[in-house]
Nanobody
């Protein structure tokens, strides 16, 4: 079995910071891209930040300069450091891992359950 688990969400005031963490575990052969997505009420899920196994990154335009994604390949973890948070960053944040499971024949997208981030005064 494969698990992807997020942690670190919560309530923060505008201008504040939060750090999200995600860990993938279980019967995994290899993980390629990992990323953070978010979904606000009434909106579609969107990619916030992604990181390749080699460390290449990609960010949503509205978070560039404020959010930083990082990765530890040995631990199968990624973090998202979120600074200068705005009310429009409020959403459920989901971790995604594109991985090859040990008993699988193909690569799959595996999602975490999601974690709430609320930016409000």
């Amino acid at each position: 079995q494969v698990q992807v688990v997020e942690s670190g969400g919560g309530l923060v005031q505008p201008g504040g910071s939060l750090r999200l963490s995600c860990a993938a575990s279980g019967s995994i052969v290899r993980i390629n891209d990992m990323g953070w997505y978010r979904q606000a009420p009434g909106s579609q899920r969107e990619l916030v930040a992604a990181i390749s196994r080699a460390g290449g990154t990609n960010y949503l335009d509205s978070v560039k300069g404020r959010f930083t994604i990082s990765r530890d390949n040995a631990k199968n973890t990624i973090d998202l450091q979120m600074n200068s948070l705005k009310p429009e960053d409020t959403a459920v944040y989901y971790c995604n891992a594109f991985l090859l499971p040990r008993n699988g024949l193909t690569w799959i997208d595996h999602w975490g359950q999601g974690i709430q981030v609320t930016v409000s005064s």
